[in-house]
């Protein structure tokens, strides 16, 4: 009997640590602060919040060309340059992006320097959004939380392996 209450226990535990670690809230790194919010007109809704998604802003040379054609529009430059000079003016927070925590300028030019100094080696962008829709006109709105930078990681024999991250910027704070 006693054997069979320790299981019982031990299941019920094992439960209550299963159950507590699961949650549909999707975590936000503590110490990143609260974007802009944005005041809707009449008749705007908020449809959906927290969502994340990729942008390969500098598709490899071999991939589809069809992922050259979805960024053709995009003006990398400009974007890039400003983060990076807002930043380092301290007019902008740089984040790190599994921690939320503010980085210390010196900690950006160390990540800069680890992709080379090359801002143009930028190769991915990740947004975090809101996503707003007014029913009566059928208009959305799309509001960035934040924005993270990427760039190729190329293995010791030279193969792209994946991206690395650099920071995340809240853009408007």
């Not at 925590?101 to 030019?109: E, I, K, Y």
């Not at 799309?142 to 010791?156: E, F, P, T, W």
Request: overall charge negative; hydrophobic content about 35%.
């Amino acid at each position: 009997m006693a054997l069979i209450n320790r299981h019982i226990h031990y299941l019920l535990l094992c439960s209550l640590i299963i159950l507590a670690g699961c949650s549909d809230k999707k975590q936000v790194p503590p110490g990143l602060p609260a974007p802009q919010a944005f005041k809707p007109d009449s008749g705007f809704m908020l449809i959906a919040t927290g969502i994340n998604y990729d942008v390969i802003v500098r598709p490899p040379a071999e991939s589809d060309p069809w992922e050259s054609e979805r960024v053709r529009g995009y003006n990398g430059p400009v974007l890039i340059e400003s983060i990076f000079e807002k930043v380092y003016s301290g007019t902008m927070t740089a984040y790190d992006i599994a921690t939320g925590t503010p980085l210390s300028t010196q900690s950006v030019r160390s990540l800069e320097r680890d992709m080379g100094t090359d801002r143009s080696q930028v190769s991915k962008l990740q947004f975090t959004e809101d996503w707003y829709y007014n029913a009566s006109t059928g208009e959305i709105k799309k509001v960035v939380r934040s924005l993270a930078l990427g760039y190729d990681y190329i293995d010791s024999q030279g193969r792209m392996f994946g991206y690395k991250a650099l920071f995340m910027i809240v853009p408007g704070e």
